[in-house]
């Protein structure tokens, strides 16, 4: 299939799908629902040598139609973020995750102690003592549909919810894919269509808004980073555990983001890579959406170093009352791009993030 045909198909199916489904089942069977119906707004198309890749991103509170955005990669491995060694889930011939975590060991014990709200969202669990997540093969259909995916490498770990996603090798005729959309649509219970979620709780949570652009996107390209902490402030501190968001401390010559003091006494110190605005010596500068994570990462390095030193901890704990020591590192992705591990370094999505934040309630 080529490319162009995966666009056309993709086009084809998911605006008539959602755009049903957002018409009959919160009108006609709002009673029997869980709760309020969510959907996607962006649709990420990915093509590599070898497969075309679909993820459906953000939440939203009601069905538009979706935004494109199609890119190149080198690799399915790329895309996904694998290497090399034993995997958690050799994928051959058809394969469905719904409602599913898929993690290495290393990264199962991670949700329990780093994400309280993890435990709400487990759901069909696939774990194994392995060093990398998954393995494709040629031939294969591996659907993941409200799938946590919890990559580690070494000590660096990459949380990823996703909404709905599927990987299709290249060789698969449009016809045959369109076919397989529409079965497996078809296979689902009426009240919970694919591409959909609808959660147990209260309709008022989804109104604030950090919930106008989950996705992020619109509204951030002039947002400052204190902003963007301001109106996500209570998003952090739910998915994280957390009881305090300290906005840009100065530490010396060093500037995080945030940081995040929980429940338990431990810090998480924060970077957003995302297009967000900087403001240094009174002047914005728009952070590029495409910062290599490594780079970030490296900064990250540098604040949990000046952490290292008890001076500089005795500092922090008279000028903000924050006793910081051997602190977490965390980097916050936009939802949409795809990632490289870096060492040290949790990497979290926003969406991921918000659906951990949901889970909580």
């Given at each position: 299939m080529k490319?162009?045909?995966?666009?056309?198909?993709?086009?084809?199916?998911?605006?008539?799908?959602?755009?049903?489904?957002?018409?009959?089942?919160?009108?006609?069977?709002?009673?029997?629902?869980?709760?309020?119906?969510?959907?996607?707004?962006?649709?990420?198309?990915?093509?590599?040598?070898?497969?075309?890749?679909?993820?459906?991103?953000?939440?939203?509170r009601e069905y538009r139609t979706l935004e494109v955005r199609r890119q190149k990669l080198g690799s399915v491995e790329e895309y996904f973020g694998l290497g090399t060694g034993t995997v958690v889930a050799n994928l051959q011939g058809q394969n469905w995750?719904?409602?599913?975590?898929?993690?290495?060991?290393?990264?199962?014990?991670?949700?329990?102690?780093?994400?309280?709200?993890?435990?709400?969202?487990?759901?069909?669990?696939?774990?194994?003592?392995?060093?990398?997540?998954?393995?494709?093969?040629?031939?294969?259909?591996?659907?993941f549909d409200r799938t946590l995916l919890v990559h580690?490498?070494?000590?660096?770990?990459?949380?990823?919810?996703?909404?709905?996603?599927?990987?299709?090798?290249?060789?698969?005729?449009?016809?045959?894919?369109?076919?397989?959309?529409r079965n497996y649509s078809n296979s689902q219970p009426h009240l919970d269509p694919i591409g959909t979620i609808s959660l147990p709780i209260d309709a008022a949570e989804l109104k604030p808004?950090?919930?106008?652009?989950?996705?992020?996107?619109?509204?951030?390209?002039?947002?400052?980073?204190?902003?963007?902490?301001?109106?996500?402030?209570?998003?952090?501190?739910?998915?994280?555990?957390?009881?305090?968001?300290?906005?840009?401390?100065?530490?010396?010559?060093?500037?995080?983001?945030?940081?995040?003091?929980?429940?338990?006494?431990?810090?998480?110190?924060?970077?957003?890579?995302?297009?967000?605005?900087?403001?240094?010596?009174g002047k914005k500068r728009r952070r590029s959406f495409r910062t290599p994570v490594l780079d970030s990462a490296a900064e990250l390095g540098r604040y949990a170093e000046f952490f290292a030193t008890a001076d500089n901890r005795s500092q922090v704990k008279s000028k903000y009352d924050v006793d910081v020591t051997d602190p977490r590192q965390l980097l916050i992705v936009p939802s949409q791009e795809a990632v490289v591990p870096a060492a040290g370094v949790e990497i979290v999505d926003y969406d991921t993030i918000l659906r951990l934040h949901l889970a909580g309630k």
């Open positions: 490319p162009t045909e995966f666009v056309k198909v993709n086009g084809q199916f998911w605006g008539e799908h959602l755009k049903e489904a957002s018409q009959h089942l919160p009108v006609s069977h709002r009673t029997e629902l869980p709760g309020p119906m969510l959907f996607p707004r962006m649709m990420v198309l990915t093509e590599t040598p070898d497969w075309n890749i679909l993820e459906l991103v953000g939440l939203s995750f719904k409602d599913a975590t898929i993690a290495t060991e290393i990264g199962r014990r991670a949700l329990d102690e780093r994400f309280p709200g993890a435990a709400n969202m487990l759901g069909n669990e696939v774990v194994g003592p392995a060093d990398e997540l998954l393995k494709f093969a040629p031939g294969n259909y591996s659907t580690t490498a070494g000590d660096s770990l990459r949380a990823h919810w996703v909404f709905f996603a599927l990987a299709i090798h290249r060789s698969e005729p449009a016809d045959k894919y369109l076919d397989f959309l808004d950090p919930f106008e652009s989950t996705y992020l996107a619109h509204g951030l390209q002039d947002s400052t980073v204190d902003e963007f902490l301001d109106k996500h402030e209570s998003i952090l501190l739910s998915a994280f555990g957390a009881t305090r968001l300290l906005r840009q401390p100065s530490l010396d010559d060093l500037q995080p983001d945030f940081i995040l003091e929980r429940a338990d006494g431990s810090h998480i110190i924060g970077r957003l890579e995302l297009p967000v605005v900087d403001v240094v010596n």
